[in-house]
């Protein structure tokens, strides 16, 4: 029996047709099976935890002197330039002493006359009035009163001072110091030694230095804060780095410490233990007991079991906080939740 040639081509086309639909259904069962098992890993990773209070302020120097003028009078030498080191007792400037050491020699030939009359009583009385001349001479010097670099000086000779007028700036670099804030509620972390990091604008490198001092009690700030306000001191100068300059930094309250951490969503927990699934190149579980502890919200930290850089398959599903949550259309946004649907 001969089948028309119009009858052959509607099979030919219905078999197409139905193969295609098998190959379309197959591919389908197989992109949602796919989505379905996608697997998750999470990598057990070392971090580094710091305990340390976060500070900020500017460097002074270790010591610094005001150059000022006890009397009036005129500068008769300048003996010292801005940038210049300068030892304790040197002197910087002088001022016009004539009169003061005309005084005291006055004094002293009255006081040897006294001692040929030998009159004890005035004798006496001259040595005490020598020891204010003295200081009146000496009045006339500005000195330095430690080692230092003159930071600033503004005086030429001829020029007339008045009593406390200020021209410069002895201070002492060989360390820096800083006085920061800290909180009311860090307070209890401090002990006086403790290491202090600092970090300049100015500097590419840290330093290291020391906590000196804080006080008993709080002081509260413009902004209603109560601070603490300490003393810490940096030994170890960068180079470039001067009084004033500004500076960030934390102090430590206790050494840095490695941890082991992972996703808690890949730790599985059985009989009252816990347990990672360890997932190697080629694919295979290898699953081993595990010690751990929280450390954050989403974190647990490896106590043991476990060595760092391990594979590890998710034994749940990593859960989505409330301002992460997505909304479908027509979902009730103010409940934050996605309801199902009512059965009809």
Same mark, same amino acid.
């Given at each position: 029996?001969?089948?028309?040639?119009?009858?052959?081509?509607?099979?030919?086309?219905?078999?197409?047709?139905?193969?295609?639909?098998?190959?379309?259904?197959?591919?389908?069962?197989?992109?949602?099976?796919?989505?379905k098992?996608d697997a998750?890993?999470?990598?057990?990773?070392?971090?580094?935890?710091?305990?340390?209070?976060?500070?900020?302020?500017?460097?002074?120097?270790?010591?610094?002197?005001?150059?000022?003028?006890?009397?009036?009078?005129?500068?008769?030498?300048?003996?010292?330039?801005?940038?210049?080191?300068?030892?304790?007792?040197?002197?910087?400037?002088?001022?016009?002493?004539?009169?003061?050491?005309?005084?005291?020699?006055? +004094?002293d030939?009255?006081?040897?006359?006294a /001692?040929q009359?030998?009159?004890?009583?005035k004798?006496? +009385?001259?040595?005490?009035?020598?020891k204010? +001349?003295? /200081?009146?001479?000496?009045d006339?010097?500005?000195?330095?009163t430690?080692?230092?670099?003159?930071?600033?000086?503004?005086?030429k000779?001829?020029?007339?001072?008045?009593?406390?007028?200020?021209?410069?700036?002895?201070?002492?670099?060989?360390?820096?110091t800083?006085?920061?804030?800290?909180?009311?509620?860090?307070?209890?972390?401090?002990?006086?030694?403790?290491?202090?990091?600092?970090?300049?604008p100015a500097?590419s490198?840290?330093?290291?230095?020391?906590?000196?001092?804080?006080?008993?009690i709080?002081?509260?700030?413009?902004?209603?804060?109560?601070?603490?306000?300490?003393?810490?001191?940096?030994?170890?100068?960068?180079?470039?780095i001067?009084?004033?300059?500004?500076?960030t930094?934390?102090i430590?309250?206790?050494?840095?410490e490695?941890?082991?951490?992972?996703?808690?969503?890949?730790?599985?927990?059985?009989?009252?233990?816990?347990?990672?699934?360890?997932v190697?190149?080629?694919?295979?579980?290898?699953?081993?007991?595990?010690?751990?502890?929280?450390?954050?919200?989403?974190?647990?930290?490896?106590?043991?079991?476990?060595?760092?850089?391990?594979?590890?398959?998710?034994?749940?599903?990593?859960?989505?906080?409330?301002?992460?949550?997505?909304?479908?259309?027509?979902?009730?946004?103010?409940?934050?939740?996605?309801?199902?649907?009512?059965?009809?």
């Amino acid at each position: 029996m001969t089948v028309p040639k119009k009858m052959r081509k509607v099979w030919l086309v219905a078999a197409g047709s139905a193969a295609v639909l098998c190959a379309a259904v197959v591919a389908a069962r197989k992109v949602v099976g796919s989505g379905k098992n996608d697997a998750v890993f999470y990598t057990v990773r070392t971090e580094s935890y710091e305990n340390v209070i976060e500070i900020a302020g500017t460097v002074s120097a270790a010591k610094s002197q005001s150059l000022k003028s006890l009397n009036d009078g005129t500068v008769v030498g300048v003996f010292k330039s801005e940038g210049d080191s300068v030892r304790a007792g040197d002197l910087i400037v002088q001022l016009d002493d004539s009169e003061q050491l005309y005084n005291l020699a006055n +004094l002293d030939y009255e006081i040897s006359v006294a /001692r040929q009359n030998q009159t004890a009583g005035k004798l006496s +009385l001259m040595q005490t009035q020598r020891k204010s +001349l003295l /200081r009146k001479v000496s009045d006339r010097k500005i000195v330095a009163t430690f080692d230092g670099i003159i930071a600033s000086l503004d005086v030429k000779t001829g020029d007339y001072l008045e009593a406390k007028d200020s021209i410069g700036t002895l201070v002492d670099t060989s360390y820096l110091t800083a006085e920061v804030e800290v909180a009311e509620t860090d307070v209890s972390k401090l002990a006086v030694g403790q290491k202090v990091i600092f970090s300049f604008p100015a500097s590419s490198s840290s330093a290291e230095g020391f906590l000196v001092s804080y006080p008993a009690i709080g002081t509260v700030t413009s902004r209603g804060a109560t601070v603490v306000k300490a003393k810490i001191r940096l030994d170890d100068v960068p180079e470039g780095i001067l009084p004033n300059f500004s500076f960030t930094g934390k102090i430590q309250i206790t050494e840095p410490e490695e941890k082991l951490v992972v996703e808690r969503y890949a730790i599985g927990h059985e009989k009252g233990g816990a347990f990672a699934d360890v997932v190697d190149r080629l694919g295979n579980i290898r699953r081993v007991d595990v010690e751990v502890r929280p450390y954050g919200t989403d974190f647990v930290e490896i106590l043991g079991g476990l060595s760092g850089g391990e594979r590890l398959a998710a034994q749940s599903e990593a859960s989505k906080s409330g301002r992460m949550r997505t909304f479908k259309k027509g979902s009730d946004k103010k409940g934050g939740r996605n309801d199902p649907p009512r059965p009809f």
